[in-house]
């Protein structure tokens, strides 16, 4: 297929009708969680906008039930030739409660093989909720969960599941040990209310097992350290792993080692060579939070690199809709893999009407950039399978006001790679720091209809025929002292005339090294209501759910744009349509 740049005066037009169409403005912050999920909207449908219940808003290629409501993804794990994916599951509806640990199994991670609820409530100890939890491969190849429950008091405790039979190859049935739970919210300074979600285990150099749990300690948050032989019978130590002030609770931890530079995985049970790294991932404030820095092997604690008071300025796995991620070492191609859960933002009665709620984000291979300083994200290469139409563009210049049209690929499920060449750098605008503590407020204030001296340049993804629904994904470059940073905006303030939804402008700020490396690459995978995007390879990551009336009425473009005083080249645009995966092939 052949690209080709749209008739100059209607580009310029549309352009014009595409800047005055981003005026509003959004004010709530990063927003996710179950919390989240709980906002309800009255508002009635406009005569003129389609019912969302339509299947077109269903993903084709990310993870999601059939229906009902899916959140956190829970356990996954590689083992024997299969990857399993386990997550907080409703059988009973599209909003959240009653809920499971649903199971499906893939030998590739982008084709799914659904089968029974693995963990239910059955017991004492779990009858009030299987909440999240990790699953890890103990010495002899035995793999085990340990999950959070809600017992009969509604106490968060920790029991532990083991495999019925090892050797049916997908792990179909589980059981319950008869001592559960295994760990008490006992002990000074717990709440019994905020103890949740324990980590994959490792093993430390004493021999022992460690797991981490997330807790409120004495009203602030912590990862508490738990020590065990045999991963039965646990010790708490008498420090957390790590805890902090700035908060009151952390959920979904997770806990890790990388090596700087390298993007292969490690695997926390084997010994972790000299120089690596240790990550430490929590969830709060809806987002999900990282901090980079040395596991103390003497006094059995995590030590962050860098410690920040206020913790807006905390490193983020995804700066956009994204929550209780978890990861795993796949030990088949040696690499460390992360996944997210991404809400709906529709409203309650919406996805009432829709029958389900939530997908789970492409899943990302994740190492530590070669200045140990910040976390890489790709999405997983096995997604690259579904790739087909390829098209290919290169030199193409975008001055001030420029669009050009991305054709010849399904729109609607596309994976678009741009690498975007900088002509004139010395043109960045001058960066102020303060905008750091609030990335979706800047993007709002400086979106892509704002003219600045390097950028915004980027891309225009589910547009309609007459720009009146549309999302921007764009890069802008600033230049500070000794350095620039560049930000990643993912507008979705106009991606639908639907009335009720959450519609945030995201963003994050990247260093790049501008003077050594004059390109920034941005790659987006555009999957009907969601659109993930990677910016410098995935030095800021941002996932957005979109519900555009034109996806379900008619068409949309894509265009590769720029509103910059300074020409940027696009030296390299490959973007492909993406075929539908088999998410939920029913074990026969």
Request: aromatic content about 10%.
């Amino acid at each position: 297929m052949v690209m080709s740049t749209m008739p100059q005066p209607w580009c310029h037009w549309a352009f014009l009708l595409f800047l005055v169409l981003l005026s509003s403005e959004s004010n709530i912050p990063c927003r996710n969680g179950v919390e989240a999920t709980q906002r309800v909207f009255l508002y009635p449908q406009s005569p003129k906008v389609s019912s969302i219940v339509s299947k077109r808003y269903r993903t084709a290629y990310h993870f999601q039930p059939l229906s009902n409501w899916i959140n956190d993804p829970n356990g996954p794990m590689y083992y024997n030739g299969i990857y399993h994916q386990f997550y907080q599951y409703n059988p009973n509806g599209s909003i959240w409660g009653n809920i499971v640990w649903g199971h499906s199994v893939s030998t590739d991670l982008i084709n799914w093989i659904r089968l029974e609820p693995a963990i239910e409530r059955t017991t004492p100890s779990d009858i009030n909720g299987c909440w999240t939890g990790s699953a890890t491969i103990l010495t002899g190849d035995q793999p085990v969960i340990i999950y959070t429950g809600a017992d009969t008091e509604k106490r968060q405790v920790q029991n532990i599941v083991l495999p019925k039979n090892l050797s049916d190859p997908y792990l179909r049935q589980w059981k319950k040990l008869k001592n559960n739970p295994l760990i008490q919210p006992v002990g000074p300074g717990l709440n019994s209310g905020q103890f949740r979600d324990p980590t994959t285990g490792w093993i430390g150099p004493d021999g022992l097992w460690r797991i981490a749990v997330g807790a409120e300690l004495n009203g602030y948050s912590a990862a508490i350290l738990y020590k065990s032989k045999d991963f039965m019978k646990w010790t708490r130590v008498d420090h957390p792993l790590h805890s902090s002030n700035a908060s009151t609770m952390w959920e979904c931890p997770d806990f890790f080692a990388v090596l700087p530079g390298k993007n292969n995985g490690l695997d926390l049970s084997a010994a972790i060579p000299n120089g690596a790294k240790h990550v430490l991932k929590i969830s709060l404030d809806y987002c999900d939070k990282y901090m980079i820095g040395v596991y103390d092997l003497k006094r059995d604690t995590f030590v962050p690199d860098t410690i920040l008071d206020d913790r807006r300025l905390w490193s983020r796995i995804d700066y956009g809709n994204y929550y209780a991620s978890k990861s795993f070492f796949d030990s088949k191609r040696g690499r460390r893999i992360i996944w997210g859960w991404t809400n709906e933002t529709d409203s309650t009665s919406d996805d009432v009407a829709k029958g389900w709620a939530g997908i789970h984000a492409i899943p990302r291979t994740v190492w530590l950039d070669s200045d140990g300083k910040q976390l890489l994200q790709w999405p997983v290469e096995e997604v690259e399978l579904l790739r087909t139409n390829a098209v290919s563009h290169q030199g193409i210049e975008l001055k001030k006001g420029d669009l050009f049209e991305i054709s010849g690929t399904d729109t609607l499920q596309a994976d678009v790679e741009i690498d975007f060449e900088l002509t004139a750098i010395d043109a960045a605008d001058p960066f102020d720091p303060s905008w750091l503590l609030d990335t979706e407020k800047h993007c709002r204030e400086a979106d892509a209809s704002v003219n600045g001296g390097l950028g915004p340049f980027g891309l225009v993804v589910l547009a309609s025929d007459n720009m009146e629904e549309h999302t921007t994904v764009h890069l802008r470059v600033y230049k500070s002292e000794q350095k620039y940073m560049v930000l990643l905006c993912s507008d979705l303030r106009r991606s639908s005339l639907r009335p009720g939804l959450y519609t945030p402008a995201y963003g994050g700020f990247f260093e790049h090294d501008l003077d050594k490396e004059k390109k920034i690459s941005l790659r987006t995978l555009i999957d009907r209501s969601a659109v993930e995007s990677f910016g410098a390879g995935g030095r800021v990551c941002i996932t957005g759910r979109v519900y555009p009336v034109a996806l379900v009425d008619g068409g949309t473009h894509m265009y590769a744009f720029n509103n910059g005083s300074s020409t940027v080249k696009v030296s390299q645009l490959k973007a492909w349509s993406m075929r539908r995966a088999h998410v939920n092939v029913k074990m026969g």
